[in-house]
C-alpha cells in the first residue's frame, strides 16, 4: 500500500478540510480495510459535501460492522434516512435502535412521526412520554399528538400536567390542560386559563386552533366558524385529490356497497347501543355491508353479540390507512361511512387514501371532519341548519326525523327501582343528570345552582366519574351557596342498571356546549323527559333534534335564561312534568327516535341518492331526504316485551 494512502492521512485531509482528497483516499482503503471507522470517515466526508443520503448509508454500514458498539453510527443513518425523506430505511433502523436505546429521543421523534404519516396510532404509546420529556421543543410538540383524550388514562393526565407546568407558554398545551381540567371539573383551573383563551379569540389571534384537536375543541367552543379552524395540524385537502377521486374508474353492481369503519364494534360500545339494529336492519337484497374493524382485543373479548348478523366483518387493526383505502377499492366500496372522525382511536385519515368513489363522515363525530377528503355528512334539518353550510365543506345530508338511530331492541327496558334503593329523597322534585363529566361546564354549574336557588324543594342528582371530580362540583356549589344534602352524587353503574335508575329522576337537566347524545336518548328511552336549549354547532343542537324525533319539543328553551326558567317552572308543576313521562312512554313506539326500522329506510334512501348522482356523473351537493308516510300503528320491538315498560306507569 502507498505510505500516502493511509488512514491516518484520510483523517488529517478531513480535518483540514479537504473532504474530496480524504475520500479518495479512503476508496483507496477499502480496497483492502472495509471497517467500521473507514466507513464512518467516508460518511462524515460525504455528510460534509451535502450527500446525506450516501452519508447514511456509509454510517449504517459502518454501524454494522461495528456491533454493538456502533449504535452512534446506526442512529446517525436513521436521522440522515429520516431527514432526506427515507422513511422505510429510517423506520427500519429506528426500530433496530429502540429495542436497543428504548429512551433516545430522537428515535422515538423518527418513529412517532412515521407513524403518525401512516396512521399507525396503535404503535405509539411507549413513545408518548420519551418525547413529552424531552428537552427539544420539536419532541414536546410532536408528544402534544400522541395526547389521548380517553378521561381514564391516568398517564395521559399526568404528562399533560407536566407539560404545562414547564411550558405553560404554549397555547395547545393550556388547552390540553383545560381539557383534562374539564374531566373532573376543576372549575379553578378552568375559571383561571379559559379567559386566556378567550381573550385571543377575541383579538382575532386564531392562530393556535391549526394546533388543536377538532374533539378538544368542542368541549369548550360552540362557534362553527371556529370548529372549522381546529385541524390539528392536518394539512387541508386539495381540490384536486378529491377530483382525481371522483374521477377514477369504478364498477358499480346491482347492490350498493356500504363499507363502514370503526374501532367500536362490540355491543357494549356507545355507539353500537345506537346503531346494531339498523346494521342488522339493512335490505340485503339492495345492500352489500362491510364492517372495516379495527377494534381493540380487549373491547372485542367482551362483545356478546352475534356481529355477523351486522355484516361482513374485516379485521384491518394492523394495516396502515393507505392499505385500508387499497383494501376497500378492492372490495369495490361504493360508500365508504367514517363512523369515528376525529375522536380516540380513529383511522379516519383513511378518508385522504382514495377509498371509494363516495366518501361520508357520520355519526361518531358531531362536526366537519376538516382535512378530509369528504363528499358528505349526514345530519338532520336540527343539527345541520342551512346556516351551518358555510361553515362545512362537506354537503349535507339531512335525513327527515333525526341524524341519530337508536336501538330498541338491544337496549334494556327499565326495572322497577324504588327511590330510597337509589338514596333519593321521595318527596322531592328530582333533577338529574348523567352527561360525562368533561361536559359539565362552569357556566351550567352556575345555571343549575339558580335553579335550585329558585325551587327549593329540589335536589339534584349528579353522576361522577371519579373522586376529583366530585370533590370539585362539591367545592362549586357549596362557594356558590348550595347545601350539600341537596346535591345528590352516584357512580356509573351497569348498563341495564343505569337504564332503570333514570326512571326515578323527575327532569334531566342537559349540558352545553356539548349536550348529551346516547345518554339524552337514554333517558329519554326511561321516559325521563330531558331540557336543553337551543345550541349553536352540530355538538350542542344534538338533544334538540332528539327532543323533536320523539314528540317534546317545547323542552328545548331559547337561551340559558329560558332554561333556568323552564326548569324552576316545572319543579313547581310535577301534573305537566308527569304528562311529558306519558307522552314518551306513548311515543317511544309511535315516533321516529326509537323507530329503527323507518331510521334504516331514511338512511338507504340517503345511500341510494347519494349514489344516483355519483353514477350519472355529478358532484356531490346538499340532499335532504323525503320523509317516509308517518307511522299509523306501534312498531314492533323484538325481544322487548311491552309489558316491561309497565313499571313506569
Given at each position: 500500500?502507498?505510505?500516502?494512502?493511509?488512514?491516518?492521512?484520510?483523517?488529517?485531509?478531513?480535518?483540514?478540510?479537504?473532504?474530496?482528497?480524504?475520500?479518495?483516499?479512503?476508496?483507496?482503503?477499502?480496497?483492502?480495510?472495509?471497517?467500521?471507522?473507514?466507513?464512518?470517515?467516508?460518511?462524515?466526508?460525504?455528510?460534509?459535501?451535502?450527500?446525506?443520503?450516501?452519508?447514511?448509508?456509509?454510517?449504517?454500514?459502518?454501524?454494522?460492522?461495528?456491533?454493538?458498539?456502533?449504535?452512534?453510527?446506526?442512529?446517525?443513518a436513521a436521522m440522515l434516512h429520516f431527514e432526506c425523506g427515507n422513511e422505510d430505511e429510517a423506520l427500519l433502523l429506528a426500530l433496530r435502535l429502540m429495542?436497543?436505546?428504548?429512551?433516545?429521543?430522537?428515535?422515538?421523534?423518527?418513529?412517532?412521526?412515521?407513524?403518525?404519516?401512516?396512521?399507525?396510532?396503535?404503535?405509539?404509546?411507549?413513545?408518548?412520554?420519551?418525547?413529552?420529556?424531552?428537552?427539544?421543543?420539536?419532541?414536546?410538540?410532536?408528544?402534544?399528538?400522541?395526547?389521548?383524550?380517553?378521561?381514564?388514562?391516568?398517564?395521559?393526565?399526568?404528562?399533560?400536567?407536566?407539560?404545562?407546568?414547564?411550558?405553560?407558554?404554549?397555547?395547545?398545551?393550556?388547552?390540553?390542560?383545560?381539557?383534562?381540567?374539564?374531566?373532573?371539573?376543576?372549575?379553578?383551573?378552568?375559571?383561571?386559563?379559559?379567559?386566556?383563551?378567550?381573550?385571543?379569540?377575541?383579538?382575532?389571534?386564531?392562530?393556535?386552533?391549526?394546533?388543536?384537536?377538532?374533539?378538544?375543541?368542542?368541549?369548550?367552543?360552540?362557534?362553527?366558524?371556529?370548529?372549522?379552524?381546529?385541524?390539528?395540524?392536518?394539512?387541508?385537502?386539495?381540490?384536486?385529490?378529491?377530483?382525481?377521486?371522483?374521477?377514477?374508474?369504478?364498477?358499480?353492481?346491482?347492490?350498493?356497497?356500504?363499507?363502514?369503519?370503526?374501532?367500536?364494534?362490540?355491543?357494549?360500545?356507545?355507539?353500537?347501543?345506537?346503531?346494531?339494529?339498523?346494521?342488522?336492519?339493512?335490505?340485503?337484497?339492495?345492500?352489500?355491508?362491510?364492517?372495516?374493524?379495527?377494534?381493540?382485543?380487549?373491547?372485542?373479548?367482551?362483545?356478546?353479540?352475534?356481529?355477523?348478523?351486522?355484516?361482513?366483518?374485516?379485521?384491518?387493526?394492523?394495516?396502515?390507512?393507505?392499505?385500508?383505502?387499497?383494501?376497500?377499492?378492492?372490495?369495490?366500496?361504493?360508500?365508504?361511512?367514517?363512523?369515528?372522525?376525529?375522536?380516540?382511536?380513529?383511522?379516519?385519515?383513511?378518508?385522504?387514501?382514495?377509498?371509494?368513489?363516495?366518501?361520508?363522515?357520520?355519526?361518531?363525530?358531531?362536526?366537519?371532519?376538516?382535512?378530509?377528503?369528504?363528499?358528505?355528512?349526514?345530519?338532520?334539518?336540527?343539527?345541520?341548519?342551512?346556516?351551518?353550510?358555510?361553515?362545512?365543506?362537506?354537503?349535507?345530508?339531512?335525513?327527515?326525523?333525526?341524524?341519530?338511530?337508536?336501538?330498541?331492541?338491544?337496549?334494556?327496558?327499565?326495572?322497577?327501582?324504588?327511590?330510597?334503593?337509589?338514596?333519593?329523597?321521595?318527596?322531592?322534585?328530582?333533577?338529574?343528570?348523567?352527561?360525562?363529566?368533561?361536559?359539565?361546564?362552569?357556566?351550567?354549574?352556575?345555571?343549575?345552582?339558580?335553579?335550585?336557588?329558585?325551587?327549593?324543594?329540589?335536589?339534584?342528582?349528579?353522576?361522577?366519574?371519579?373522586?376529583?371530580?366530585?370533590?370539585?362540583?362539591?367545592?362549586?356549589?357549596?362557594?356558590?351557596?348550595?347545601?350539600?344534602?341537596?346535591?345528590?352524587?352516584?357512580?356509573?353503574?351497569?348498563?341495564?342498571?343505569?337504564?332503570?335508575?333514570?326512571?326515578?329522576?323527575?327532569?334531566?337537566?342537559?349540558?352545553?356546549?356539548?349536550?348529551?347524545?346516547?345518554?339524552?336518548?337514554?333517558?329519554?328511552?326511561?321516559?325521563?323527559?330531558?331540557?336543553?336549549?337551543?345550541?349553536?354547532?352540530?355538538?350542542?343542537?344534538?338533544?334538540?333534534?332528539?327532543?323533536?324525533?320523539?314528540?317534546?319539543?317545547?323542552?328545548?328553551?331559547?337561551?340559558?335564561?329560558?332554561?333556568?326558567?323552564?326548569?324552576?317552572?316545572?319543579?313547581?308543576?310535577?301534573?305537566?312534568?308527569?304528562?311529558?313521562?306519558?307522552?314518551?312512554?306513548?311515543?317511544?313506539?309511535?315516533?321516529?327516535?326509537?323507530?329503527?326500522?323507518?331510521?334504516?329506510?331514511?338512511?338507504?334512501?340517503?345511500?341510494?341518492?347519494?349514489?344516483?348522482?355519483?353514477?350519472?356523473?355529478?358532484?356531490?351537493?346538499?340532499?335532504?331526504?323525503?320523509?317516509?308516510?308517518?307511522?299509523?300503528?306501534?312498531?314492533?320491538?323484538?325481544?322487548?316485551?311491552?309489558?316491561q315498560f309497565d313499571v313506569l306507569r
Amino acid at each position: 500500500m502507498n505510505s500516502k494512502v493511509s488512514f491516518a492521512t484520510a483523517s488529517k485531509d478531513y480535518q483540514g478540510g479537504r473532504f474530496l482528497q480524504s475520500l479518495e483516499t479512503l476508496n483507496v482503503l477499502l480496497s483492502e480495510q472495509k471497517d467500521a471507522k473507514t466507513y464512518a470517515l467516508i460518511a462524515k466526508n460525504l455528510l460534509q459535501l451535502g450527500m446525506k443520503e450516501d452519508a447514511a448509508k456509509a454510517f449504517a454500514l459502518a454501524g454494522n460492522l461495528e456491533g454493538k458498539a456502533g449504535i452512534e453510527h446506526v442512529r446517525r443513518a436513521a436521522m440522515l434516512h429520516f431527514e432526506c425523506g427515507n422513511e422505510d430505511e429510517a423506520l427500519l433502523l429506528a426500530l433496530r435502535l429502540m429495542t436497543k436505546t428504548p429512551q433516545d429521543r430522537d428515535i422515538a421523534f423518527i418513529l412517532t412521526s412515521i407513524y403518525l404519516k401512516r396512521g399507525r396510532m396503535d404503535l405509539l404509546s411507549p413513545f408518548r412520554k420519551v418525547l413529552a420529556e424531552s428537552d427539544n421543543p420539536e419532541h414536546v410538540k410532536l408528544s402534544l399528538f400522541l395526547l389521548s383524550n380517553d378521561p381514564h388514562d391516568r398517564s395521559n393526565d399526568e404528562l399533560i400536567r407536566a407539560l404545562f407546568s414547564r411550558f405553560p407558554q404554549i397555547v395547545a398545551l393550556r388547552l390540553l390542560y383545560l381539557i383534562i381540567s374539564r374531566e373532573t371539573c376543576d372549575f379553578e383551573a378552568t375559571d383561571r386559563y379559559q379567559p386566556m383563551i378567550d381573550a385571543l379569540v377575541a383579538q382575532g389571534n386564531l392562530s393556535f386552533f391549526r394546533h388543536e384537536s377538532a374533539f378538544y375543541n368542542l368541549q369548550w367552543c360552540e362557534d362553527e366558524a371556529l370548529n372549522k379552524l381546529a385541524v390539528a395540524g392536518k394539512p387541508p385537502i386539495t381540490e384536486e385529490q378529491t377530483k382525481a377521486r371522483h374521477a377514477r374508474a369504478h364498477s358499480w353492481s346491482e347492490k350498493l356497497r356500504i363499507g363502514y369503519l370503526s374501532s367500536d364494534y362490540w355491543d357494549g360500545h356507545a355507539t353500537m347501543k345506537l346503531l346494531q339494529r339498523v346494521l342488522e336492519q339493512h335490505d340485503r337484497k339492495r345492500f352489500e355491508i362491510t364492517l372495516y374493524c379495527h377494534t381493540p382485543a380487549d373491547q372485542l373479548a367482551r362483545n356478546t353479540a352475534d356481529r355477523s348478523r351486522w355484516g361482513r366483518v374485516v379485521e384491518v387493526g394492523g394495516m396502515s390507512n393507505s392499505e385500508i383505502g387499497a383494501l376497500m377499492r378492492r372490495d369495490g366500496i361504493d360508500i365508504f361511512v367514517d363512523l369515528k372522525g376525529p375522536t380516540s382511536d380513529s383511522r379516519y385519515e383513511v378518508l385522504n387514501h382514495d377509498a371509494a368513489p363516495i366518501q361520508v363522515s357520520w355519526l361518531g363525530y358531531p362536526g366537519s371532519t376538516v382535512c378530509m377528503d369528504v363528499d358528505y355528512v349526514i345530519g338532520d334539518r336540527y343539527v345541520l341548519p342551512e346556516i351551518a353550510k358555510q361553515h362545512y365543506h362537506e354537503k349535507f345530508v339531512r335525513l327527515p326525523d333525526t341524524y341519530q338511530p337508536n336501538d330498541p331492541v338491544h337496549r334494556p327496558a327499565p326495572s322497577p327501582v324504588t327511590r330510597t334503593q337509589l338514596g333519593l329523597p321521595e318527596d322531592k322534585f328530582v333533577f338529574a343528570s348523567f352527561n360525562a363529566n368533561r361536559k359539565v361546564t362552569s357556566t351550567v354549574v352556575d345555571a343549575w345552582c339558580n335553579i335550585l336557588k329558585r325551587a327549593p324543594d329540589s335536589v339534584l342528582w349528579l353522576m361522577v366519574t371519579s373522586e376529583k371530580s366530585k370533590a370539585h362540583l362539591s367545592l362549586r356549589f357549596r362557594q356558590r351557596g348550595i347545601a350539600a344534602a341537596r346535591v345528590i352524587f352516584c357512580e356509573r353503574a351497569k348498563y341495564a342498571d343505569h337504564i332503570s335508575r333514570l326512571a326515578a329522576a323527575d327532569l334531566a337537566l342537559d349540558t352545553w356546549p356539548y349536550n348529551g347524545h346516547t345518554t339524552s336518548s337514554e333517558e329519554l328511552w326511561a321516559a325521563l323527559p330531558v331540557l336543553t336549549k337551543k345550541g349553536t354547532n352540530f355538538a350542542s343542537r344534538v338533544s334538540e333534534s332528539l327532543l323533536n324525533a320523539v314528540g317534546l319539543p317545547e323542552l328545548v328553551a331559547a337561551d340559558t335564561a329560558g332554561y333556568e326558567d323552564m326548569a324552576v317552572a316545572l319543579a313547581n308543576d310535577r301534573e305537566t312534568v308527569r304528562g311529558y313521562r306519558t307522552r314518551l312512554e306513548a311515543n317511544r313506539f309511535m315516533y321516529p327516535l326509537f323507530d329503527a326500522d323507518r331510521f334504516t329506510a331514511h338512511l338507504e334512501d340517503a345511500y341510494e341518492m347519494m349514489a344516483e348522482r355519483a353514477k350519472a356523473g355529478l358532484a356531490p351537493d346538499h340532499i335532504d331526504v323525503p320523509a317516509r308516510a308517518p307511522r299509523t300503528g306501534l312498531m314492533s320491538v323484538e325481544d322487548t316485551p311491552r309489558e316491561q315498560f309497565d313499571v313506569l306507569r
